[in-house]
């Protein structure tokens, strides 16, 4: 199992653009998390999705938007990128309510928005 | 307002001396608390979390809800244990974590 993965690795887009990052969470986990870590900051909740629907919201406007397949991947979107949306995105997949519900997270994809 | 505090960017220690990260949060309820840790070049994952009560690479963190700290120790430091220590907490009907800014551990030889 190579556990969380995230596509692509690093991106570079100008603001205005928008822009979509790829999750695929870990064998046998049905929940995914994405993460917000700006630089010198801890990672900041953007959303959770579980059952293809988006279950909790984090302070985040709504040009971020996301999805969930059937197979438990996911998609984050943002549009209209400003520069301030500069960052790592983490993705972090875990088993819904179950009894450890730890998250795994993946290597992170890196935007840059020019 | 949910928030966890890390008041320490850095700490610096020597090998063999002991290694206390700070940690406080803010939380009306009952939260659950986490050490995360990022080695160089790795992701993000978990070291310990409270109601494991357990010792993860000779770590370990009691959640003080009177003072509502959450501090990781470590009685003699490693130079492998220099890495990014982020302390986080969820709530227990949630699996939202609310992460502080973090500290970087570094540990000389």
């Known amino acids: 199992d190579a556990g969380v993965t995230q596509s692509p690795t690093h991106l570079i887009k100008t603001r205005g653009q928008q822009v979509t990052l790829r999750c695929s969470p870990k064998s046998g986990h049905d929940t995914v998390s994405w993460y917000q870590q700006a630089l010198g900051q801890g990672p900041q909740f953007i959303f959770q999705?579980?059952?293809?629907?988006?279950?909790q919201r984090g302070n985040f406007p709504d040009r971020f938007s996301g999805h969930q397949f059937p197979n438990y991947s996911s998609e984050l979107n943002v549009n209209a990128l400003l520069l301030g949306d500069s960052a790592l995105y983490l993705c972090?997949?875990?088993?819904?309510?179950?009894?450890?519900?730890?998250?795994?997270f993946g290597p992170g994809t890196r935007l840059t928005v020019l | 307002a949910q928030r966890v505090t890390q008041p320490e960017k850095l700490l610096s220690v020597f090998k063999g001396a002991p290694v206390e990260l700070k940690c406080n949060y803010s939380y009306s309820g009952s939260p659950e608390l986490f050490w995360y840790v990022q080695y160089s070049r790795q992701r993000l994952q978990l070291l310990l979390r409270?109601?494991s009560r357990e010792s993860i690479k000779g770590f370990t963190a009691d959640l003080n809800k009177g003072e509502t700290s959450f501090h990781l120790k470590k009685p003699f430091a490693q130079e492998e244990d220099s890495a990014m220590y982020y302390c986080a907490l969820s709530d227990n009907n949630t699996d939202k974590l609310i992460f502080g800014t973090g500290t970087r551990l570094q540990v000389f030889p």
């Open positions: 999705y579980y059952e293809e629907e988006e279950r």
């Open positions: 972090a997949s875990s088993k819904y309510r179950g009894p450890n519900n730890e998250q795994f």
């Open positions: 409270h109601i």
